[in-house]
Structure formats: C-alpha cells, structure tokens
C-alpha cells in the first residue's frame, strides 16, 4: 500500500511563502503512475480542492483560490509531490492534505483520490 506523510506546515506573515512536501513510502509514485493532488480544511468548513497534477507532471489544475500564488510540482524519482505557495493569505489557514490516486489523470474531487496524508498545518496571520 502507500503512505503519504505531509510536511512544511508552520506559521507565517500574510504575504509570505511556504513550501509543502509530501512523501510517499511503501511503492513509488512512478511504478503505480499516481496522479496527485492537495487539499485543505478549515475548521467548520469543508475539505476544499487546491491543486493537482498528472502522473507525468505535464497537466495542473488549481482551485480558483489559490491560482496565481500555488505551484504544485512532483518528483518521481523522490517520491514526493510540493505546493509552493506564496502571497499567503489568512484565509488560506487550513489544514492541508496530501492525496493519491491509482490513475495517472487530474481530477479535482476528493472522491477520485484514494490515499491520503496526515495533514500539515499552515497558519497565516495578519
């Protein structure tokens, strides 16, 4: 099976930036050709859509929140997929999950992912 451990979480100033990683142990994202995605959920609020990203890398999508400040990267051969995400904002203050899915496409429902990470937090003050 695949476990996805997410780290990179912390506190920063709105405006500031932080990198997300997220790393998976048991098979490699390559031999199971997994397309990836990341997710967040606020308190009281639902599991939003952030950004995905084929198993080759070459097709993104990204959540109308997010887009023009995440980047969402992967590395094979390392196992491990990245957001970068700057212009940071407080309402991006979530908790946020790393997914996986046994397909190589994009999808942006949580539904088409069937491995998930622990969650990192990120906070972001004012």
């Known amino acids: 099976q695949v476990q996805l451990v997410e780290s990179g979480g912390g506190l920063v100033q709105a405006g500031g930036s932080l990198r997300l990683s997220c790393a998976a142990s048991?098979?490699?994202?390559?031999?199971?050709?997994?397309?990836m995605g990341w997710f967040r959920q606020a308190p009281g609020k639902e599991r939003e859509f952030v950004a995905a990203?084929?198993?080759?890398?070459?097709?993104?999508e990204y959540g109308d929140s997010v887009k023009g400040r995440f980047t969402i990267s992967r590395d094979n051969a390392k196992n491990t997929v990245y957001l970068q995400m700057t212009s940071l904002k407080p309402e991006d203050t979530a908790v946020y999950y790393c997914a996986a899915r046994s397909r190589s496409g994009v999808v942006v429902s949580s539904t088409g992912y069937n491995y998930w990470g622990q969650g990192t937090q990120v906070t972001v003050t004012s």
């Open positions: 990203i084929s198993w080759t890398g070459g097709s993104t």
């Open positions: 048991g098979r490699t994202l390559s031999t199971y050709t997994m397309g």
